[in-house]
């Protein structure tokens, strides 16, 4: 794909890629979806961060990071990168878009208890 060349790696585009189409993730997030080693996603995350294309923030201990809809060229960049994902397999971009769901998570030993509706 000729993003890669672009963007300087394929790493680069498959982090906008994400972003664009989960609206916000964190590294680790990014990384196991695309089986890559994590430094490498925070690498170009960082990257992104310091040229204002996505912007990133702390929850807890966990760095979320989104597209900066601030940036004058965030539509033109929107645009290539959904022209983009058209060339990908009908397979790679239908698990792309999909929204899997996420639980929060809760501490080991931590009860888990049954709500009630109001009966």
């Known amino acids: 794909i000729m993003l890669d060349i672009l963007f300087g790696s394929k790493n680069a585009e498959r982090v906008l890629q994400f972003l664009l189409a989960r609206n916000s993730a964190y590294a680790r997030e990014i990384a196991l979806f695309y089986d890559v080693s994590p430094s490498v996603i925070k690498k170009q995350l960082e990257k992104f961060e310091t040229g204002s ?67």
């Not at 294309?53 to 929850?59: C, L, M, P, S």
């Open 53 to 119: 294309i996505i912007v990133g923030r702390d929850i807890g201990n966990i760095r979320i990071y989104e597209l900066n809809q601030r940036n004058p060229f965030i539509k033109e960049l929107t645009a290539l990168l959904i022209k983009s994902r058209s060339t990908y397999e009908p397979e790679d971009r239908a698990r792309l878009v999909r929204k899997d769901r996420s639980r929060p998570s809760r501490s080991k030993n931590k009860p888990l208890v049954q709500r009630r509706d109001n009966i």
